[in-house]
């Protein structure tokens, strides 16, 4: 048994959603999430810029003892995981865009994936896509602008709408029938998406399945918690503090959000 915090970091709050799932399945592990916000999104910058963040990110997290770290961000994940993993001792869990699931059930044959740039162009999205979409049309788009607006703070802006819609428009007018959220920050695009996408539009994001990887890594390396006490959980920004504080507002564990210029 192992009473040390999982760590987690993204590029802003979107890795949230991950924690959620997280804590929801595992309510007696304590975390330490960590939202750059100042470098977000990372989705347009580099690999090599990606790679140091990711190092940065993970250094902070190891210097506070941390037993496990979970890459909330799609685009690290892409770019970074397999450095951190050969180079630290501790184990990583990462975020892949869940096509497996969407090709598996998929009845169009016809799958739009929306994630940013640095996913997509990564080796290992077009790796993982060639594997399970034999047969299957993927529309690729780019979310280009949400995780900024989402950062902002206001998930019912008109404006944040409209951009929405200029993505998923030309998606619906192909056939898809599963839409893939494959950035993290995108699971709180789900009410406003529901308001576009018609019965038959199924929305697949990762959140889930990485809760049960993290709580089978965690198990199989003798890690889970003893404790028997609900979790007590720590958020560390350099971005507005009272952003990430108003996305976890629902949350009904406890938590506390800390502005740290790292």
Known sequence: MDDRRIGIFDSGIGGTSI?????????????????????????????????????????????????????ACNTATTNAIEYLRANYEVPFIGIEPAIKPAAINTKSRIIGVLATKGTLSSSLFHSTSKNHTEGITVLEQRGTGLVEMIENGNLESKDLYRLLESYIKPMLEKGMDYLVLGCTHYPYLIPMLKKMLPENVTIIDSGQAVARQTKSVLKHNGLLTGSKVLGR?????????????????????????VFKDF
Do not use: M
Not at 27 to 53: V, W
Not at 233 to 257: C, M, P, R, W
């Open 19 to 71: 924690w959620g799932e997280i804590q929801e399945l595992l309510p007696f592990e304590q975390c330490i999430y960590l939202a750059d916000s100042k470098n977000a999104p990372y989705g347009d910058k580099p690999p090599e810029q990606i790679l140091d963040l990711s190092i940065k990110n993970t250094e902070y997290l190891l210097a506070r003892n941390c037993k496990l770290i979970v890459v």
């Open 233 to 257: 959980h720590q958020f560390f920004t350099n971005g507005d503090e009272h952003v990430l504080a108003s996305i976890l507002s629902t949350s009904k564990v406890e938590y506390s959000v």
